[in-house]
């Protein structure tokens, strides 16, 4: 176990490193310059230089790198062009928001997806089973910002059950998490159906009727939690999307998370912003992997990690 | 690049002429029956009708809630360059000069007075006394010359600097050969005299831009590089919180050199509000001013709703939408070929295409900027004519060109709108829809872009003056790698006269001068290396708790709103 987890943990860092140099490369290749933008319209060359060496861009893009790594060891992001502060300071602000919304929007995709994909699969090919698995998919095809703004039209401007957008308070959550919840909840439906369905199949499921168990004991006892292992690999993946920004569904609610600040930093070539979010979403795919992973065994005894 | 400014509209002029500054309401207070119909003066007596009670019903006091969709970068005035951070900088710090509110005209600020040798030369500034920053400390004659020695340096990588190489001294400093810049010297605590190497008639402005401001030493010291997000100055109003991508702060400052300034107690700016999702709250009174105005796609309904109408206010902004033609690439260099896109393009198509929010333009200037030549009639819509031109240009006539342009609405419509008058004479253009930086970066290469389409990236002037329209976007000293001047055009005569122009520093001649400059641009377009499109306009909405004259929202200056100017209405 802990060799396999050390093993796991040096794949992740060259992995990591790996998604550095790409970023940092694809970065630096793009056309726009930003000393062009830090240094102003009225810039002359000369000026023009002296912003690139405060920068360090004036460098070799190798020792770029390598200066970059070396602080990043020491966690250190560097400095927004635009903003002058702290990348960490940037990002860490983000964050608390970003998780949180991560955290509610998982609880809705597995509440709606788990009931919805378990009901549609113990009543397979009839009519419920067929309109709530095309319900699904409908939510699943939908644009972010159209079914955001639905919600908000609906629940807080005409009904006016929630506030229009902001962060802070709990009830200001439910929406932005009710939209990603039911988005990513269709995925885990139809997940969940065939799973389940699968599970149906297997003998020790007929064993356990044979018994006369009741068919509650059945579901929770044996159905569900077979079923729901490809279930907590989906979570580790969604992990790492959801902290990659969720640009879309926090602009439409106001929501003061990464994505936000990805989208200004992009807009503005930030460089180091950019490279910052990126690495923090890359270590969030691979630490959510891992923990999905590690969970497994935890379900299901036959799973080994070796 | 980022910066946006609005400018004195016939909206703003009307404001003025119905309401005066505040000392001068008072004044008129005292008096038992005032007339409020001249255009120099006054407040309105509270019974007629006007866009601002008078002075009587302006309590201090009160708050409001001002939304944005991003964050402020940084409120460090050496640094901060886009329009939301340019009027927060504003209140939060002071300059030697400023405009006077709702207006283009300078005034002295923490300059009490000011004088302007005779060869224009070397200026002089009175400071004010007693102005405190808000740690409680004087502010003195060596916290101005800190300040602009600290924005010249090229540590501090403010994107201002280059306006300020005029001042004798400069590039010694910048390029560390001096340890202080020559020509800002300060021979008492309360003088500081500004030496430049030529005269320049923008000089005063430049001392009203947000890069001159004061800034406080000891505290840019204590927060280093974070200074912009922790900063200290002499403004109307302290910046008492900053939570990054949620909310900042600002409390009134209760030592605000200005009597009765600033009427707020409290600005809550709310980040990460989408404009639509503002504009909602807006209508529903949950905050005072939706900071990135009106989004097009609710622009019919905000301008047909009565009641909401009565709340927004339109200003010109010193702003021209332009194709730029690369005078350097084929066949763009044979001046026919300009002229006649410059008469194919149906710009009253294009400013319906936008909802009517801007004007046809005929020449470079905005018609807010002085110098803007009213009777100058440009190229005007003519199909046949472009042909003929087009003929005339010889052999190459009917070509395939490409025409680069930013990648977001509405830009890309407007350049097929280019696209489709252009094929009617028989150019055939690819559009190249590209983001912001690479449009940038090809215009800045010399072969780099035939035609780019200016719209997202155009230039919009930092202060009202013609100069600040020609120097970087269509002088010699733009058409450099990398540089701003997209057509490559550079007219060593022009440049000439435009360096002449700027010499005239007499304040009496200043009409003179707008003249000359008025000129330059209208000449410049006998070679046409702009296609100049359309001016557009400013929109801010605001809810009825807040109010002021018209002329502090969608200010020339400020932008949505004069922060030290608005008052409540609910104020007991």
């Known amino acids: 176990m802990a060799g396999y987890l050390l093993r796991r943990l040096f794949h992740a860092l060259l992995t990591l490193i790996g998604i550095s140099l790409i970023t940092f490369i694809i970065l630096f290749a793009l056309p726009g310059d930003p000393v062009n933008r830090v240094a102003g319209r009225m810039a002359n060359d000369q000026q023009k230089a002296l912003v690139r060496e405060q920068l360090g861009l ?229 630490l959510g992997n891992l923990l999905a992973d590690l969970a497994a065994p935890l379900i299901d005894p036959r799973i080994r990690l070796k | 690049m980022n910066r946006l400014l609005a400018s004195a509209s016939i909206v703003t002029l009307l404001a003025l002429g119905a309401c005066g500054e505040e000392k001068k309401e008072e004044a008129q207070q005292a008096a038992p029956a005032a007339s409020n119909t001249t255009a120099t003066t006054e407040a309105a007596p509270a019974a007629t009708p006007a866009p601002a009670p008078a002075a009587a019903e302006i309590k201090q006091g009160g708050s409001m809630i001002v939304t944005f969709k991003d964050d402020l970068p940084t409120l460090d005035p050496a640094i901060g360059y886009d329009w939301k951070n340019w009027s927060v900088i504003k209140s939060v710090f002071d300059g030697l000069l400023d405009y006077k509110p709702g207006t283009t005209e300078i005034v002295p600020d923490l300059a009490e007075s000011f004088e302007t040798s005779a060869d224009g030369l070397t200026y002089t500034f009175k400071l004010r006394q007693g102005v405190k920053f808000h740690n ?44 202080e810049v020559a020509g800002i010297t300060t021979p008492d605590d309360y003088t500081v005299k500004l030496e430049l190497t030529a005269p320049d008639a923008t000089t005063l402005h430049l001392l009203a831009l947000n890069f001159s401001y004061v800034v406080p030493k000891e505290e840019v010291e204590k927060s280093g590089l974070d200074f912009g997000k922790k900063p200290v100055g002499t403004g109307a109003y302290k910046v008492t919180e900053w939570t990054s991508g949620q909310k900042i702060v600002l409390d009134r400052n209760a030592d605000y050199f200005k009597a009765g300034l600033p009427r707020l107690d409290k600005i809550t700016f709310e980040i990460g509000q989408e404009p639509v999702v503002a504009l909602l709250r807006l209508q529903k009174g949950e905050i005072d001013i939706a900071g990135d105005g009106i989004p097009p796609a609710k622009f019919e309904e905000i301008m047909n709703d009565p009641a ?103 830009q890309p419509r407007i350049a097929q709108a280019i696209q489709q008058d252009l094929a009617t004479i028989g150019i055939k253009v690819n559009l190249k829809s590209q983001d912001m930086g690479t449009v940038i970066a090809a215009g800045g290469k010399k072969d780099g872009a035939p035609m780019i389409w200016s719209g997202g990236m155009a230039w919009i002037a930092d202060f009202p003056d013609p100069s600040n329209f020609y120097t970087v976007i269509l002088g010699c000293g733009g058409a450099v790698e990398g540089g701003w001047n997209w057509s490559w055009y550079c007219n060593e005569a022009l440049d000439k006269r435009a360096r002449e122009a700027n010499a005239i520093t007499d304040p009496a001649k200043a009409g003179e001068r707008a003249i000359a400059w008025g000129k330059i641009f209208t000449d410049l377009m006998a070679d046409a290396p702009w296609a100049p499109v359309f001016n557009e306009k400013a929109y801010v909405v605001h809810s009825k708790r807040v109010a002021g004259p018209n002329g502090i929202f969608a200010d020339p200056i400020h932008i949505p709103v004069n922060y030290d100017e608005v008052y409540a209405t609910d104020v007991k």
């Open chain 2, 136 to 179: 409680g400390r004087e502010m003195k004659a060596a916290d101005v010359k800190y300040s602009l020695e600290r924005m010249i340096n090229p540590a501090t990588t403010s994107p201002g600097a280059g306006y300020y190489a005029g001042i004798k001294g400069f590039a010694e400093f910048q390029a560390g050969t001096a340890t």
């Open chain 2, 308 to 410: 909401s109408k009565d709340l927004v206010i339109t200003a010109d902004q010193l702003h021209t939408g332009y194709v730029a033609m690369n005078v350097t690439m084929k066949p763009f260099d044979n001046v026919a070929v300009r002229q006649a896109v410059n008469m194919a393009i149906n710009k009253d198509r294009i400013v319906k295409l936008i909802n009517d929010r801007a004007v046809p333009a005929n020449q470079p200037l905005p018609p807010a900027m002085p110098g803007y030549d009213t009777s100058y009639k440009g190229y005007a819509f003519d199909v046949e004519g472009a042909k003929a031109k087009l003929k005339e240009a010889g052999p190459e006539a009917g070509f395939e060109t490409d025409l680069y342009v930013m990648n977001t609405d509405p």
């Open chain 1, 58 to 286: 004036d460098r070799p893009l190798w020792e770029q790198y390598g200066r970059y790594v070396g602080k990043l060891a020491t966690g250190d992001l560097g400095r927004s062009f635009m903003q002058r502060s702290e990348v960490s300071e940037l990002v860490g602000a983000r964050l608390p928001a970003t998780l949180w919304l991560m955290l509610a929007a998982i609880v809705c995709e597995l509440v709606i997806g788990l009931s919805i994909g378990a009901v549609a699969a113990f009543r397979r090919n009839t009519l419920l089973d067929q309109s709530v698995m095309v319900g699904a998919f409908v939510f699943v095809s939908a644009p972010q910002f159209l079914l955001g703004y639905t919600l908000l039209y609906v629940f807080a401007v005409w009904l006016g059950w929630f506030p229009i957008g902001g962060y802070g308070s709990l009830s200001q959550i439910v929406l932005p998490a009710l939209t990603l919840g039911l988005l990513g909840g269709g995925w885990y439906a139809r997940m969940m159906r065939s799973s389940v369905i699968e599970v149906l199949r297997q003998d020790f499921v007929r064993t356990a009727r044979a018994k006369g168990l009741s068919r509650l004991r059945i579901v929770f006892v044996h159905i569900v939690p077979n079923a729901i292992l490809p279930i907590i690999a989906m979570v580790g993946i969604d992990i790492g999307i959801f902290m990659s920004g969720i640009v879309v569904v926090e602009s439409v609610f106001g929501w003061p998370g990464i994505g936000q600040l990805t989208w200004q930093a992009i807009q503005q070539l930030d460089i180091p912003i950019i490279m910052g979010v990126t690495l923090v979403s890359a270590c969030a795919i691979v």
